[in-house]
C-alpha cells in the first residue's frame, strides 16, 4: 500500500523560504502523479501544483505561479515543493497526495487516493 510522509514544515519570516519533501513508500509507480494541497484555518482546502510522473510536467495555481516550484526525485521516490517569496497567507497545513495518472503534460488528477498527514507552515514575522 502507498504512504507519503511530508516533511520541511515550519515557522519562517514573510519573504523566506522552505522546501517541503514528501517521501513515498509501499506500491510505487512510473506514472504516479504527485500533487499539493493546503488548507489554512477556516478556509477551504486549496490544490496548489502537481507534477506528472509521466514526463515531469507541472501545473500551479494562480495564487502560487512564480514563487513555487515542484520537482521528483524517481530514484528517490521523493517529491518536492520549494516555497519562495512566502507570504502570511501561505500558512497552513500542507499535504502531500498522489494518484495514478498516465497522462503526460501539465494536468492534474481530478481526485486523489493517496493522501500523506500533512505539514504544518507558518509565515509570521
Known amino acids: 500500500q502507498l504512504q507519503l510522509v511530508e516533511s520541511g514544515g515550519g515557522l519562517v519570516q514573510p519573504g523566506g523560504s522552505l522546501r517541503l519533501s514528501c517521501a513515498a513508500s509501499?506500491?510505487?509507480?512510473?506514472?504516479?502523479?504527485i500533487g499539493w494541497f493546503r488548507q489554512a484555518p477556516g478556509k477551504e482546502r486549496e490544490e496548489i501544483t502537481c507534477?506528472?510522473?509521466?514526463?515531469?510536467?507541472?501545473k500551479y495555481a494562480d495564487s502560487v505561479k512564480g514563487r513555487f516550484t515542484t520537482s521528483r526525485d524517481n530514484t528517490k521516490n521523493t517529491a518536492y515543493l520549494q516555497m519562495n517569496s512566502l507570504k502570511p497567507n501561505d500558512t497552513g497545513v500542507y499535504y502531500c497526495?498522489?494518484?495514478?495518472?498516465?497522462?503526460?503534460?501539465?494536468?492534474?488528477?481530478?481526485?486523489?487516493?493517496?493522501w500523506g498527514q500533512g505539514t504544518q507552515v507558518t509565515v509570521s514575522s
Open positions: 497526495v498522489a494518484e495514478q495518472f498516465p497522462v503526460a503534460g501539465p494536468n492534474c488528477p481530478s481526485r486523489y487516493g493517496t
Open positions: 507534477i506528472s510522473g509521466n514526463d515531469g510536467s507541472s
Open positions: 509501499g506500491v510505487t509507480s512510473p506514472y504516479l502523479a
